[in-house]
């Protein structure tokens, strides 16, 4: 292993990933809120400093996100079937599944609505699609613990 250097599980390099990331939004706000303060005001922190800081975990974020994509290669059909369930879990708590008469308009006759996806079948598609994305998750998380890979310090 190299110097500067750390093997983790993938589980733990994307725990990494999101604090590094946090830090530097963090880092962020400091340079935003006392770049500028009026004459004499003491700042917490030297922003040059700062932002040199920044630049470094930039470059140590993209050296991460680097890593974990390499080790996720095995996965990567699995994760995006994910995100096209997550898509098609949000199309359904979107859609407009009336049926039958109802009301439109205050002082309007009732229209008949006709549903060609029933309430109870996007009831039960959703909860299909839900144990699937469960399942899928459950075996993206045994991979992330099992998965070794080598991230900077």
């Known amino acids: 292993m190299m110097k500067g250097m750390a093997e983790v599980s993938l589980s733990q390099a994307l725990k990494a990933k999101s604090r590094l ?27 040059t400093t700062t932002y040199q800081e920044i630049r470094a975990n930039q470059e140590k974020l993209a050296a991460l996100r680097a890593a974990i994509q390499a080790a996720n290669m095995p996965i990567t059909q699995t994760l995006y079937r994910m995100g096209e369930l997550r898509g098609t879990l949000a199309m359904f708590g979107a859609l407009t599944t009336t049926h039958g008469k109802a009301p439109f308009a205050y002082g309007m006759e009732m229209p008949t609505y006709d549903a060609e996806l029933k309430s109870q079948w996007v009831l039960e598609e959703t909860a299909r699609l839900q144990a699937e994305l469960d399942r899928l998750q459950d075996e993206v998380d045994a991979f992330n613990a099992s998965t070794r890979l080598t991230i900077p310090d």
């Open 21 to 47: 990331a946090k830090q530097i939004k963090d880092q962020w706000a400091i340079v935003v809120k006392f770049n500028s303060v009026i004459e004499g005001t003491e700042r917490p922190a030297s922003m």
